[in-house]
């Protein structure tokens, strides 16, 4: 059964200009998928994920979440997810200390006795928290409150998990940390998470689908790399080589997976060598053939480098061609 089978989804909020905030949304996932929902600001994504988890009913449009009616059945799908807003605050009580407060949660969460005193120090300890664990959250940084709605939300026992840009607010350590943690929970947990973020590289390390939205639309959507690998997006890999050049030069693009154009040249600074620069649209399976090219024959390989394409090319790719003129 997928986690999220919806279609149509359609939300405008009232009042506000003629574009709806989400306009006729399809999405499957299915469960272990951690989906990366991306798109500049305005673009619907914390629309979007506030109507999975039940907290915003869609104007129009249908579907399930866990197996949970989208429109009859929000009690449900709001009981057995959990989500990180990007206001982290929500959820904090300001009248128990950070412990307190994930003490507090933790059977919400289905975590008691042992079991949850274990992962509460556990994620004290992985947040960077364990000097605040008795500490009041008025006097936490706003980082630190970032990472006790996180530590709240990781508690979660919950089949799907939704992170409104998590790691937005942390330092590198805390940013790394988060990261760890998600990774974590769908390897070891087997939780499917949604999560939105504005950083293009967290995205690529943590996500196995990627969601492009922009003005309320999914421009894109699949697996993470073959989002990279879809548009085309031509780059370089560079190899210096020494070997019998006549062999070398029997290769050709079709032998290299997305190859489009093959350069041979003669660097000046070492006679002896080739460079050779093929440009393809696969930088991954290119590298992966030339590798076995290279063994193959007995060259020896002095360097080799990729300028491979990244989600922030695509991104901006996409984005650009849904631009309006
Ligand atoms: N409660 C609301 N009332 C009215 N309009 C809203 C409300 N929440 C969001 N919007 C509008 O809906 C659109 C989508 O907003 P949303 O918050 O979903 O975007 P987002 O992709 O999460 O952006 P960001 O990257 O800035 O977080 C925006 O145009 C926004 O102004
Ligand atoms: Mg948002």
Redesign the pocket.
Same mark, same amino acid.
Do not use: M, S
């Given at each position: 059964m997928a986690i999220v089978d919806i279609q149509g989804i359609k @939300?405008q909020?009232? !009042?506000? !200009?003629r %574009?709806p &905030? *989400?306009d006729r949304i399809d999405l499957r996932l299915e469960p272990g998928t951690v989906l990366g *929902?991306l !798109? /500049?600001? $305005? &673009?619907? @994504?914390?629309?979007?994920? @506030?109507i999975l988890a039940g907290l915003l009913v869609p104007d129009a449009g249908r579907g399930t979440v866990l197996g949970y009616d989208l429109w009859r059945q929000a009690a449900e799908i709001r009981a057995h997810v959990s989500l990180v807003a /990007?206001t982290a605050d929500v959820g904090i009580d300001n009248n128990l200390t950070v412990r307190q407060n994930l003490v507090f949660w933790a059977p919400v969460y289905g975590l008691y006795g042992k079991a949850a005193r274990q992962r509460i120090v556990e994620l004290l300890e992985r947040l960077g928290l364990a000097d605040k664990a008795d500490a009041w959250p008025m006097h936490l940084s706003a980082g630190q409150r970032q990472r006790l709605a996180l530590a709240r939300s990781l508690l979660a026992e919950t089949p799907l998990l939704f992170l409104? %840009?998590p790691t937005n607010k942390l330092d590198r350590e805390g940013t790394q940390a988060v990261r760890e943690l998600i990774a974590e929970l769908n390897i070891e947990r087997g939780v499917t998470i949604v999560l939105?973020t504005?950083v293009m590289e967290e995205a690529e390390e943590l996500c196995t689908e990627i969601a492009i *939205?922009q003005h $309320?639309q999914i421009r894109q959507h699949g697996p993470t790399y073959d989002v990279i690998a879809s548009l085309g997006i031509v780059r370089p890999v560079q190899l210096i080589l020494q070997g019998d050049p006549e062999a070398m030069s029997s290769l050709a693009t079709r032998d290299l997976m997305g190859a489009v154009k093959l350069e041979w040249a003669q660097p000046e600074w070492a006679p002896g060598d080739k460079e050779l620069t093929v440009w393809t649209r696969d930088t991954r399976g290119t590298t992966a053939d030339l590798l076995a090219w290279v063994m193959r024959h007995g060259y020896r390989l002095v360097r080799i480098q990729s300028a491979r394409v990244t989600l922030d090319d695509v991104f901006r790719q996409v984005l650009d061609a849904g631009r309006p003129n």
């Open positions: @939300k909020y009232p !009042g506000v !200009g %574009e &905030a *989400l *929902l !798109g /500049p600001n $305005g &673009a619907g @994504k914390t629309t979007f994920i @506030k /990007p409104d %840009e939105t504005h *939205l $309320g």
